[in-house]
């Protein structure tokens, strides 16, 4: 490859230091870097840290150096261009940012000789509906949360695949997520781990109050709907559907989100030769 885009996050690169090297690496090597620093606070409605119609038409890889957040932001706004992404860990922990500060020389080596693979990840295309009225509607690498909003209270739930009823409990919320979410916050929540380059939904439920409410996992070809309840009554604090911890709509009683696999996914570029399951071994170990 010859010409790269980097997005540096700057909370976690500081005077885009590292996002300099890299540009300045790849310059030396008679390749194209356009550098875009992102601070996250784009105004409502705007690019959450890229705006995708500012990368130039010959960009052909994009770098994102930050952590695990900072990808999934640049592949939800990068989405619509098919551009391959490598994450670049600045934090402590990172499934999705597998590359290392201090292992960039090698790493930009290995892109410039075009010497990795890239890996498909399923996506998340979610509405939120008011009655016959769209909310809202977004899509998500990690997961679509769906849970309390305000006072300490649970959230009365329903759950339907495909039309079919398949239960009700009350709980902290629901977290619908990809494969490549199994590892974020349906972990946290008991969730299984499931390798990420599969394409299915898992349903995690969060803190249910029931002992009959276990997580599932469902084909990729199915359509989910979670209802929010009428067990409290309208004028208290109702629901939120959250997308990838990122944009989100509050919910009523009656309100329900129809969650499915998106048409788009997200290409993800891998350096290390090593499996899943290693890469899992390593991160838990920490």
């Known amino acids: 490859m010859n010409t790269f885009y980097v997005i540096s996050n700057e909370l976690k690169d500081p005077g885009a230091e590292t996002a300099n090297f890299i ?57 619509e261009r098919h551009l391959p992404l490598l994450g670049v860990n600045m934090g402590t922990l990172g499934y999705l940012a597998e590359v290392e500060r201090k292992n960039l020389p090698e790493v930009l080596d290995k892109l410039i000789a075009d010497d990795f693979m890239t890996e498909e990840r399923m996506m998340l295309s979610g509405a939120a509906w008011h009655q016959n009225r769209i909310l809202m509607s977004d899509i998500a690498l990690n997961d679509i949360v769906i849970s309390r909003n305000g006072r300490m209270r649970v959230v009365d739930i329903n759950i339907y695949v495909d039309g079919v009823f398949l239960y009700s409990y009350a709980a902290d919320g629901i977290i619908v997520s990809t494969p490549t979410g199994s590892t974020g916050y349906s972990l946290s929540a008991g969730g299984p781990i499931v390798e990420p380059a599969s394409s299915m939904l898992l349903l995690t439920p969060i803190a ?15 359509e989910v709907v979670v209802e929010i309840g009428t067990g409290h009554a309208r004028d208290m604090d109702g629901a939120e559907a959250t997308f990838d911890g990122d944009t989100s709509v509050k919910l009523h009683s009656g309100d329900r989100v129809v969650i499915s696999k998106a048409q788009q996914a997200t290409w993800l570029i891998k350096i290390k030769h090593t499996s899943f399951l290693e890469i899992l071994r390593e991160k838990m170990n920490k």
């Open 23 to 79: 540009r300045s690496y790849f310059a030396e090597r008679g390749k194209t870097c356009y550098l875009r620093e992102c601070s996250g606070m784009a105004a409502p409605g705007q690019c959450r840290y890229t705006d995708a119609k500012q990368l130039p038409a010959d960009v052909e890889c994009v770098l994102v150096l930050g952590g695990d957040g900072t990808l999934l932001h640049a592949a939800r706004d990068l989405v």
């Open 208 to 222: 249910p109050h029931t002992m009959n409410a276990r997580p599932i996992v469902l084909p990729d070809d199915v």
